[in-house]
C-alpha cells in the first residue's frame, strides 16, 4: 500500500503577489529552511510556468532569495494586458499567489505541518 502523501506549497510557505501593467510578481516565503531547500528543488521556473498554464502568456523567472528563505517568481504577459486593459475578474494579480499555494508538493514526511492556526488571520 502506498503511504506517500502529496502536500501542497501551502503547508512549506506563504505568498504575496502584486503587478505592474502586464507582469506580476509572486513571492513564496517558506516558513523555514527545511520547508525552503523542499521548495528550491520542487517549485521550478518551468512548474510555475506549467502550474499557471495559458495565464502567463510570457516568461516566468524565479529568483531565490536564501537569506529570507524565499523565491520570487516574475511573470511577463500574465496579466492579460493589466489593469486598465484586461476583463479577467483578478486583472491586477493581487491575489496570484494563492493559486500557486495550491501547487503539490511530493513531500510525505511535512504532510501534516502547517502554522499555528492561532496565528492566521
Known amino acids: 500500500m502506498d503511504t506517500q502523501v502529496v502536500t501542497c506549497v501551502a503547508d512549506l510557505a506563504h505568498g504575496r503577489s ?5 507582469t506580476c510578481n509572486v513571492g513564496l516565503i517558506a ?3 527545511e520547508c525552503f531547500a523542499l521548495l ?3 517549485v521550478t521556473a518551468e512548474r510555475v510556468a506549467e502550474h499557471f498554464g495559458d495565464l502567463v502568456k510570457g516568461t516566468v523567472t524565479r529568483y531565490e532569495m536564501p ?3 524565499a ?7 500574465a496579466l492579460d494586458g493589466g489593469g486598465t486593459m484586461s ?20 513531500a510525505p514526511h511535512l504532510a501534516s505541518r502547517r502554522p499555528d492556526p492561532r496565528w492566521e488571520s
Do not use: C, Q
Open 40 to 42: 528550491r528543488e520542487h
Open 71 to 77: 523565491l520570487n517568481f516574475v511573470l511577463t504577459r
Open 87 to 106: 476583463l479577467r475578474s483578478d486583472h491586477l494579480g493581487k491575489v496570484m499567489y494563492t493559486w500557486l499555494l495550491r501547487l503539490p508538493i511530493d
Open 18 to 22: 502584486g503587478d505592474k501593467g502586464d
Open 31 to 33: 516558513y523555514d529552511a
Open 67 to 69: 537569506n529570507i528563505h
